[in-house]
């Protein structure tokens, strides 16, 4: 089965920047669509970026302009750029995939345990 390992999570300062990684294994499969969620305890889990395969990519309105979505495939690896960074409640972030690309499903069947990411003023 898909196995998923987020890494880079931590504090950082509003206004900054951080950059996440998800090292994936376990997928013998040449198509698949990998993104990234994020969620606050309590609330909806939001899908805020989506890659396909081929390297297209979509991020969400309500992180257009400051996220940005990369793989390195060969090193099977995907990252999120996270930039301007605003002080909020403490928000985990998840790496998700699916064997099926993103233009031809909505739901992600993998998700990693997450890592915290806290912005200070």
């Known amino acids: 089965q898909v196995n998923l390992a987020e890494s880079g999570g931590g504090s950082v300062q509003a206004g900054g920047s951080l950059r996440l990684s998800c090292s994936v294994s376990?997928?013998?499969?040449?198509?698949?669509?990998m993104g990234w969620g994020r969620q606050v305890l309590g609330e909806e889990r939001e899908v805020v970026a989506q890659?396909?395969?081929?390297?297209?990519?979509s991020i969400a309105d309500s992180v257009k302009g400051r996220f940005r979505i990369s793989q390195d495939n060969e090193k099977k690896t995907l990252f999120l750029e996270m930039g301007s960074l605003k002080h909020e409640a403490t928000v985990r972030y998840y790496c998700?995939?699916?064997?099926?690309?993103?233009?031809?499903?909505?739901?992600?069947?993998?998700w990693g345990q997450g890592v915290q990411v806290t912005v200070s003023a």
């Open positions: 998700a995939a699916r064997a099926v690309p993103c233009a031809y499903g909505n739901t992600f069947k993998f």
């Open positions: 890659i396909e395969s081929d390297g297209r990519s």
């Open positions: 376990g997928y013998t499969g040449s198509s698949f669509c």
